[in-house]
């Protein structure tokens, strides 16, 4: 093989349009996924302290929302409810009137050719932050043999297959289920096609981490658990075989698409994804990945545009179709 001078690499970065040629990963708008948060009122746009440019937002305000996304040409927003009573069991999650149902329709009502995913979980829902039934003594679930507080699996199962037929009903294109319960996507899918949602996908939160990086999230979806953390549930960070095992199971139960979340602390976990299944992968690049390159960024530390895509071509480098992140209107106006 020649090697210097006859080979000199850097004669494909000469200039912009011979990068262009020669770049290898792409990144567009049809790569995008927008996160809105939604809850009840009319007007809403409550801005979001730890998220600098993302409010909370009222379904009239969510459809508005909506349509600028779908006019950039970003192809589906993920929906997070904030309701205004929660309970034990989330009960406002599989309410057919509930925030996301209602936005659900109003946004497919608006803007028909935008996809809409909802993501599927109690941790918003529920008064004590935890993303399903918890066991209790004075819960009709109850297990002695668990202690107290133990997130019970299969119990909650029955609530994520009823809330996800109602926001299929209310027109979710996809439901997205977070909470790394055993068994969510099978049962999902059983759910949906019992009820003759059999064009619903399901994208599975396949591999989600026990991660210190949703911080601002918890924030803007006011869900943090009143008690403990959900490691009882979500995956240890020090973990890669687990992973790959929790993703081989959403497939056997009928994944349409595979995700991993966080997304840029685990690049490693979406290559390995993408190396061994052949269905789509996304990445959730996660609030506190957002909000630390914008609090770099106004301190003047980091160019928040070129870290921005700089992270973001590395999730698509790793091997993700598609990122859901909190910089996708930035992200279209920065590529055009």
Not at 76 to 83: E, N
Not at 123 to 150: I, K, Q, V, W
């Amino acid at each position: 093989m020649s090697s210097f001078p006859a080979l000199r690499p850097r004669r494909l970065r000469l200039n912009a349009n011979m990068r262009r040629l020669v770049r290898e990963t792409t990144l567009s708008a049809d790569n995008l996924i927008a996160a809105l948060f939604v809850r009840h009122g009319q007007g809403v746009e409550r801005p979001i302290a730890s998220m600098p440019g993302h409010a909370q937002l009222s379904v009239d305000t969510a459809v508005r929302e909506a349509e600028t996304l779908a006019e950039m040409g970003i192809p589906a927003v993920l929906l997070f409810g904030i309701p205004d009573q929660k309970d034990a069991a989330g009960s406002e999650n599989y309410n057919p009137n509930g925030i996301v149902p209602q936005t659900i329709r109003a946004i497919k009502a608006a803007v028909p050719e935008l996809l809409v995913i909802s993501d599927m979980c109690f941790c918003e829902y529920t008064d004590h932050g935890h993303c399903g039934l918890l066991n209790s003594t004075d819960s009709p679930h109850y297990a002695a043999h668990l202690p107290e507080g133990y997130l019970l699996n299969d119990a909650t199962l029955e609530l994520l297959g009823r809330a996800s037929v109602v926001h299929a009903e209310a027109g979710a294109d996809v439901i997205a289920p977070s909470g790394m319960i055993d068994g969510m996507v099978g049962t999902i899918r059983q759910a949906l096609d019992g009820a003759g949602l059999t064009h619903t996908a399901v994208m599975s939160y396949a591999a989600k981490f026990s991660s210190g990086f949703y911080g601002p999230f918890r924030d803007a979806a006011e869900s943090p658990p009143s008690f403990g953390d959900r490691s009882q549930y979500q995956m240890d960070p020090a973990n890669t075989r687990e992973a790959i095992k929790e993703v081989a199971l959403d497939v056997t139960e009928g994944a349409d698409i595979l995700m991993v979340k966080p997304a840029l602390a685990y690049l490693d976990i979406i290559q390995q994804v993408r190396a061994q299944f052949e269905l789509p992968v996304a990445a959730y690049q996660v609030s506190g990945e957002f909000s630390m390159i914008k609090a770099a960024a106004a301190q003047g530390w980091i160019d928040e545009q070129r870290v921005a895509l700089e992270s973001l071509y590395a999730i698509r480098r790793a091997g993700a179709d598609m990122i859901i992140t909190y910089f996708a209107k930035d992200a279209v106006r920065w590529l055009s």
